[in-house]
Antibody, heavy 120, light 107 residues
Framework: QVHLVQSGAEVRKPGASVKVSCKAS????????IHWVRQAPGQGLEWMGI????????TYAQKFQGRVTMTRDTSTSTLYMELSSLRSDDTALYYC??????????????WGQGTMVTVS | SYVLAQPPSVSVAPGQTARISCGGN??????VHWYQQKAGQAPVLVVY???DRPSGIPERFSGSSSGNTATLTISRVEAGDEADYYCQVWDSSGERVFGGGTKLTVL
């Protein structure tokens, strides 16, 4: 079975950084891109960026440029999203989600369970 | 950046048809995906590339798109369809964009 399993909830103070992990299993790690999406309490979905596990290239949403870093460890099939200079409005549920790129982008078909990050 | 507009809420009686719109400039030329998010759960892909359904998604869910509006149609609505629904596209800069979401209430 295909799974994306994320790390547990985090609490940080303003100005600090947080690193969330997302471990993939049940499929070939390098054949699906991984996105990071967040959802503030009671709000909608917000796209943060994408990483290609095959090579590690990234594209970040303009809003998060300079504050977000997405990486991967192919030896453990794990993706990471680090967000720095945290503010109270970064309090949100952070999701990883996969998407196939070939033959065409096909939507985020598998999501992690989400990681709650609280900045206070 | 590209903006997607969804109605905040749609209400429908059981057994009827729900239509959720997603407005965007020339969205008819883009690949549109739709997600269902039930309370306390992660989103689920229900329609991809405008009108295709992932395996396991009932045929009651369908999509269409033309001009400046994409539409998710849910036929024979059931109580279990009550959820938030989000449209999503890939804009020209490579960024993904979500609509603001529509809360579907089953009366």
């Amino acid at each position: 079975q295909v799974h994306l399993v994320q790390s547990g909830a985090e609490v940080r103070k303003p100005g600090a950084s947080v690193k969330v992990s997302c471990k993939a299993s049940g499929y070939t790690f390098t054949t699906y891109y991984i996105h990071w999406v967040r959802q503030a309490p009671g709000q909608g979905l917000e796209w943060m960026g994408i990483i290609n596990p095959n090579g590690g290239t990234t594209t970040y949403a303009q809003k998060f440029q300079g504050r977000v870093t997405m990486t991967r460890d192919t030896s453990t099939s794990t993706l990471y999203m680090e967000l720095s200079s945290l503010r109270s409005d970064d309090t949100a549920l952070y999701y990883c989600a996969r998407e196939r790129a070939a033959p065409a982008w096909s939507g985020f078909d598998i999501w992690g369970q989400g990681t709650m990050v609280t900045v206070s | 950046s590209y903006v997607l507009a969804q109605p905040p809420s749609v209400s429908v009686a059981p057994g009827q048809t729900a239509r959720i719109s997603c407005g965007g400039n020339n969205i008819g030329s883009k690949s549109v995906h739709w997600y269902q998010q039930k309370a306390g759960q992660a989103p689920v892909l229900v329609v991809y590339d405008v009108r295709d359904r992932p395996s396991g998604i009932p045929e009651r869910f369908s999509g269409s798109s033309s001009g400046n509006t994409a539409t998710l149609t849910i036929s024979r609505v059931e109580a279990g369809d009550e959820a938030d629904y989000y449209c999503q596209v890939w804009d020209s800069s490579g960024e993904r964009v979500f609509g603001g979401g529509t809360k579907l209430t089953v009366l």
